[in-house]
């Protein structure tokens, strides 16, 4: 059994012992092969409709479209239409519905029906009565989607790395002499530098209850070895070495995303695999953004890379590619044990409603039938690069722009020019790295990015220059 297995199960035991092991006593909404069966029942399409535009092109009342531009710098001055009545049509380029799910028919009418037979469902938390069948249904659909053997739902993405994060900082807690980790049995976490701010505060809870020792490690730096191991004089090989009291010695876990939100770049996932193969670390990667939007049947970056099992920790939203809301920690069922035991906000916070379960499956099942919509994201990325010679390699595009108000400005002639896009500032990026930060989703269209491309093209330099004002000219 694997070093960090062999901890889980022993906090287990620990737990087991002090009565604190908790677990969910789902309640029966409908009979659970009605659930099953819905999801053959669940509409499909082999193309793009209509209502797939919904989710990008959005309306905005002019007083709102105005008070957004006065917080805009104004370099040319430029006059705004003084009607109040009348309302902006916007492209939204800065969503995370990269499928186009949240405007399917399967999934507004999966919500509507949940909610016309059971309201919201019972409100509480999971432990208490919010866990029903329903909430089941999902959790095994996601175990299926990330190839793992169990997984459990939490309010949000946000909750789900916080509550990952102090059921790992618990394991040191319970397996330390009286409770109390002394330095050289802490948990030495790894974290990317552009890590999301839920993994980030996560990581400060635990160093707030001394738990963990954490090394932020430069942006997709896997060099991160040769200093650390000097900090605790580790050497090669496993690191997770019990001490002649069974108490925790100083073990490791690296945290990553495995699609960086604002940069769109992706972790080093075969190298992260391959020392972790090396040096036996824990090894959790949030794929809030590669969720059904990499790999053949949507499992997310780990799934192109076939290394399910080599990742511990796979961790999600439902409010991006699946277009609804929730978060979710996919892991073995031992882990789930544990983050449902001492994941504090999987445990004080009120469960998904019902109706936003049942959108989140059916989503999951059109993402699965109607494939054509992962390639049409990609085809957009492909688009993209074809007019403007980035070479991005995800739907995520960080427009590098530089000092706050250049990025503001550029807000602002997008926003100007029918562009739903917002300026990234200091502190969700460095200063000086502020930027424009666009979203591609299978519900744009080609004719969309050319027509984002020649406006952008007005306030940034692309290398193929001279081809963007060509297309400007035609449009
Ligand atoms: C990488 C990453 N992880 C987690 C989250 C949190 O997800 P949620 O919006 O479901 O709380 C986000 C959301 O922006 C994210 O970008």
Redesign the pocket.
Known sequence: MALWDQWVEAALVKLASKNLLRSTRPISLTPAAALHFAADEVETFDGPRQWDRSSVEVEMDERAFREWLSELPDPGGESIAKDENVSRKLLLFSGNDYLGLSSHPAVRKAAAKAAQEHGMGPRGSALICGYSNYHMLLEASLAELKNKEDCLLCP???AA?VAFMSALGSICSLLAVGGRPSKDQKIAIFSDAFN?A?IIDGIRLVERQQEAEVFVYQHRDMEIWVPISRVFNFSAGPILVPNQTGTVSVVQAVYA?SLF?MDGDFAPIGDLVELRKKHGFLLAI?D??STLVCGENGGGLLEVYGCESDVDICIG?L?KAVGCLG?FVACSNKWKQLIQSRGRSFIFSTSLPVPIVAASHASLVVARKEKWRRTAIWSRVDDFNALTRLNITSPIISLVIGSEKEALCASRHMLESGFHITAIRPPTVPPNSCRLRITLSAAHTSEDIKKLVAALSLCFVFPAADQNAQIASKL
């Open positions: 949000t993405g946000f790395n999301h839920s995303a939100s949030d809030a953004h939203t409010s978060g």
